[in-house]
């Protein structure tokens, strides 16, 4: 699998033209035009009459045969026609360009007068005039209020183009093929061998299916609708054809459907063959002529390398066959080749349709399929995969069987949108048709970025087709691998600085590969770094808000975006909540890591992308709502998991604090994103302490000695971290305790990202590394704040001493000791301990004494710090902001909505009982306990988290007061012999054994009754009959009285 959050996942390129775009599968939203919505062309709201009157105009100065000084000549034409059209639009009117400086538009845009006239050229060639009209020639460029009125579209698109073509990096392409290969084994006999791609936008889908086709003959259809935008461009011919505006009739949309089919396999067959025609005396792959017999007799070593000549034939065609269908493509319109492709499916779909009839299928149910003659699906099939494989050497009947030919529906929503309200759409359809060939080596992937992929894999249950819903014919399972940190810089220990991880440039290339083939692709001025930067940072916002670049106060999928990606955050397993993650991964740059038909289950995650975070660090900014806020007050909030001690309401208050010593430390004028311990500290910590205001709490830090110290560094704490500074804009949550070692952290100073531990690391909850700020990162020059995080009212203002001797960083693994026991090459650097006990009652910040004793050599120094309370009084920025953070701190010790359900123990201080709480009542326990040793006991809790946390670091012991506990317990297990519920329990037994004996007397009663019927023994049936009636009033008696206990 290509995904990774790995720090240390880093290459090195070139720039802009060695760099590429592995992301082009959505569009550049760069600015809107007054209330255009993005990603909706000037088209909608034109008149389609006055639309068709201008294209007649061009078609009659424009001309493919004219020269160009002709054409020149004739722009004031084309100036004049389009004008008049975009007139219609009120958002353009005040926006458009007179004649004159239209013809100097031309003259400046990218690639000058000469590209126009070739863009006009082409539109002329294939009749298609739509781009023209998005031109931004005919319009003023502008910026309203940091937002784009007006974008450069023209030069995006170009970028776009540019990433494009450029040249592909890493193996996603690779992945796809053996996660094909894999759906393909004959073990498995799915509905249909197809799947969608499910992930987010700018995961490099398109790009990755587009290089699968330089070893996979892959069939590329766009099928984007009208009145959007996007790259690759839309097979315009294709999409009308085969998805109509009046599309009502399901028997029309299946002979229509059947026709296709059958032609797209037939063309593709017939395009191959012109290949192989067309190459003949050149030096390309070919293969030895062999008959069945021949390939039968084969040796083991003959039958291998005659498939080696197989697949480099197929990568041949696969190659030659993308170049045919992509070379010349513009960001508007697909080339030449591709279009007659096309149109000959069109066309021979057409001809199919007006003969076919009708068969009937051989099962009962079954919807049939239409076949002209001989010409069925099925046949087409076999014959473009015999054409490709002739003696099906590459099909394997054991094991991954390698694709021959892959159909690839991009922007397949097209498929599922219409007809509206009725129980079938288009891609239902052709998945019944595709079906025909399930057993050939030919796949389909169907690709959407619209919000639309759950579309391709419904439940299972409510599909309308019967043989889907049969255990034994499932469809299979959405495909999530995508290419993941590709793009980045190589990033090798003691070879970066601190001030190179922050930059723009560095941070677009870490994650999906959008941002960073974006940022290739932009030209390269003197004067364009700041103009890319702010681009670049406006489309990572339109990408995170799904098309605006400003969090508005309703936005709530929007703050969830933004607070998941700085954040971390994780969604729980119900249905409500993998509702709000899978729109997520739809339309706001979550990463899917794993999902199965009918999306029963998604597991997705939050990359880690620093360019989003700093896109959502700007956007929260603006509002002016801290993020606590927009949390707290989520409707969504139950959704989250919010973890158990509190580490989430901890990370808030860093996030809050960083970002506050970062905009100091920045001020207006400076691009610094990094920040200095010390101002960390300062924005951390309250301005004095609660029981005197006018001492300086940070001038006290300062001046503070460490807890204990080596040899040689008994230095106050602004000596020690003079040059140390901190750069983080996100979380990152792992789950290997090995990766917060000094060998792994300065990789996360390279990606600005703070370490959230997973929920049973042992103690410790979240690590903030620091490097050196004159130092190149490496395991040298960092070192880290370390801070457990307690939810428990026992851990108050008085320190305990226990939790900073868990947090050893040698213990931990941050620093290593050589095995014969001295130090590791590296000299450990100081450490922060911190310990937030945020349910105390009382606020309180504590720094710990140094140390009497001499250190011993593979001792560390450390700075300990007690933070006791959630308050302004423990941290500065709690401020205004104190009821959220409660609210937060609240529901993370109460993570389940419905507590009813579970049995727990809670402690109620001042009553010498536990109080045990059942679904439908809560009994009273008394306790023979002394009051003086209630304390021991205020910790007993039945964990409701998914691994148990130990409120007390310390081992637990089977003592006195454990069997206390227990006994407690039992007492309210087991009653005492003198309480009511022991009678009962004696009554209901004694029920039980007369029911038993009851049954045993009616089943002889029974056979009686039935022997003296079967004699016409009268007075014996009788008898019988009335002993019967007799047993029934105290077996009637008896069942109910068991049915009521």
């Known amino acids: 699998m290509s995904f990774s959050t790995s720090p240390g996942q880093t290459q090195q390129r070139g720039r802009a033209d060695d760099r590429l775009d592995q992301s082009t599968d959505s569009t550049p939203q760069i600015g809107t035009l007054g209330g255009t919505p993005p990603m909706q062309t000037r088209l909608a709201n034109i008149p389609a009459q006055v639309f068709q009157e201008t294209c007649e105009d061009l078609v009659q100065n424009i001309r493919p045969e004219y020269d160009d000084s002709r054409i020149q000549r004739h722009l004031k034409y084309v100036w004049m026609s389009v004008h008049d059209a975009l007139r219609h639009d009120p958002n353009l009117k005040e926006h458009l360009v007179g004649r004159d400086e239209f013809l100097k538009n031309v003259k400046n845009r990218s690639g000058g007068e000469q590209d126009f006239i070739k863009s006009l050229k082409d539109m002329a060639k294939n009749d298609s005039w739509e781009p023209l009209f998005d031109d931004d020639v005919f319009v003023t460029l502008t910026r309203e209020s940091g937002t784009s009125k007006i974008a450069n579209i023209p030069e995006l698109m170009r970028a776009t183009e540019r990433a494009w073509s450029s040249t592909f990096q890493g193996n996603a392409q690779l992945v796809l093929l053996e996660t094909i290969a894999d759906l393909l084994k004959k073990s498995i006999s799915p509905y249909a061998r197809l799947t969608s791609i499910v992930n987010s936008s700018g995961t490099g889908k398109s790009r990755m299916v587009d290089q699968l086709g330089v070893k996979i003959i892959t069939v590329p259809m766009c099928l984007r609708p009208e009145g959007t935008r996007g790259f690759p461009p839309p097979d315009i011919y294709l999409r009308d054809w085969l998805v109509p505006r009046d599309s009502s009739d399901q028997s029309a949309a299946q002979r229509r459907l059947h026709g296709f089919a059958y032609s797209l396999l037939t063309v593709t067959r017939t395009a191959l063959e012109t290949i192989v025609i067309d190459s003949e005396g050149k030096d390309v792959a070919t293969l030895p002529n062999l008959d069945d017999l021949d390939v039968k007799n084969m040796s083991e070593i003959e039958r291998n390398k005659h498939v080696s000549y197989v697949i480099d034939r197929q990568a041949w065609l696969a190659e030659t066959f993308r170049n045919h269908m992509t070379t010349g493509q513009s960001f508007n319109i697909s080339n030449t080749y591709r279009n007659k492709f096309y149109k000959n499916v069109a066309d021979l779909a057409d001809e199919l349709m007006g003969s076919s009839q009708r068969v009937i299928g051989k099962n009962k149910g079954s919807p049939g399929r239409y076949e002209s003659g001989n010409r069925g699906v099925e046949k087409a099939g076999e014959l473009l995969c015999r054409f490709v494989d002739p003696h099906g050497l590459l099909d394997s009947s054991k094991g991954p069987r390698r694709p021959l030919v892959v159909f690839a529906f991009d922007e397949a929503h097209t498929l599922t949108d219409n007809p509206s309200n009725m129980p079938w759409n288009f891609f239902s359809e052709l998945r019944r048709i ?49 290419s993941f940190d590709d793009l980045a810089y190589r990033a090798l220990t003691d070879t970066v600085t601190l001030d190179r991880v922050v930059q723009t440039d560095w941070i677009s290339h870490l994650g999906r590969p959008l941002f960073g083939s974006r940022w290739d692709a932009m030209p390269v001025t003197p ?55 899978c729109a997520q991964v739809e339309r706001h740059m979550r990463i899917c890591v794993a999902v199965t038909t009918g999306f029963e289950k998604l597991v997705t995650v939050s990359g880690s992308e620093p360019l989003l975070a700093e896109a959502a660090y700007d956007l929260m900014k603006r509002t002016q709502i801290n993020a606590v806020r927009h949390l707290a007050d989520h409707s969504d909030l139950h959704c989250i998991d919010r973890g158990r001690r509190g580490e989430l309401v901890a990370a808030l208050l860093i996030m ?21 311990v010390a101002d960390f500290m300062k924005a951390l910590l309250p301005t004095s302490l609660p029981t005197s205001k006018h001492e300086s709490l940070h001038d006290t830090l300062l001046e503070c000695q460490p807890t204990f110290w080596r040899e040689g560094e008994d230095r106050p704490f602004r000596e020690t971290f003079k040059d140390y500074g901190m750069w983080f804009n996100h979380v990152i949550k792992i789950e290997d305790s090995e990766m917060f070692s000094a060998d792994n952290l300065w990789k996360f100073v390279t990606r600005g990202a703070m370490i959230l531990c997973s929920n049973n690391q042992r103690g410790i909850d979240i690590v903030l590394p620091l490097c050196h700020t004159k130092e190149n990162l490496s395991p040298r020059s960092v070192t880290a704040i370390l801070i457990q995080v307690k939810n428990a009212k026992e851990f108050g203002k008085e320190v305990k ?14 620093f290593r000791v050589a095995k014969e026991g001295a130090l590791a090459e590296a000299t450990p650097k100081p450490v922060i301990r911190l310990v937030f006990a945020l349910a105390s009652p009382e606020a309180s910040v504590v720094f710990r004494g140094g140390a009497t004793r001499k250190s011993r050599p593979n001792e560390f120094t450390a700075f300990d710090i007690w933070l006791a309370g959630l308050s302004a009084d423990t941290f500065k920025q709690v401020g205004l902001d104190l009821e959220p953070y409660r609210t937060l701190l609240d529901r993370s010790v109460r993570p389940l909505g419905k507590i009813s359900n579970f049995f727990f123990l809670k402690w109620k201080v001042g009553l010498d009982c536990f109080i045990a709480a059942y679904p439908v009542y809560r009994a009273k326990v008394d306790l023979s306990v002394p009051q003086c040793q209630w304390p021991s006991f205020t910790s007993l809790s039945l964990s409701l988290s998914r691994a148990t946390t130990l409120l007390n670091p310390s081992k637990p012991n089977v003592d006195r007061p454990f069997l206390r506990q227990l006994l407690a317990i039992l007492r309210n297990t087991f009653p005492s012999y003198r309480s009511p519920e022991v009678a009962i329990v004696l009554v209901h037994s004694m029920f039980l054994v007369l029911r038993t004996v009851l049954s045993v007397g009616i089943a002889n009663l029974d056979g009686k009754i039935v022997k003296a019927l079967v004699s016409a023994d009268g007075r014996c049936f009788l008898r019988g009959l009335g002993l019967w009636f007799l047993l029934a009033t105290p077996t009637t008696y008896t069942n109910s009285m068991i049915f009521k206990a």
């Open 434 to 482: 595709l079906r025909q060939i399930h057993d050939l080596p030919i796949f389909s992937l169907f690709l959407s970025t619209a919000g639309r992929f759950s579309l391709f894999s419904p439940d299972i249950r409510s599909d309308p087709s019967n043989r889907i819903r049969d255990a034994n014919s499932r469809p299979l399972d959405p495909i999530s691998e995508i």
């Open 527 to 581: 004067d364009s770094s700041h103009q890319s930067e702010t681009m670049i940072l406006d489309f990572a916002k339109q990408k995170l808000l799904d098309g605006t670049t400003d969090l508005a106060k309703d936005n709530r999928p929007g703050s969830l975006a933004c607070l998941s990606v700085r954040f971390a955050l994780e969604f729980n397993v119900d249905g409500t909540a993998r509702d709000v993650a």
């Open 656 to 676: 809050h604090a960083y970002d506050e010593a970062r905009g100091e430390a920045r001020g207006e004028s400076s691009g610094r994103r990094w920040v200095t």
């Open 801 to 814: 001493s226990t939790l900073f001797d868990a947090m050893g960083p040698f213990d931990l693994g941050v």
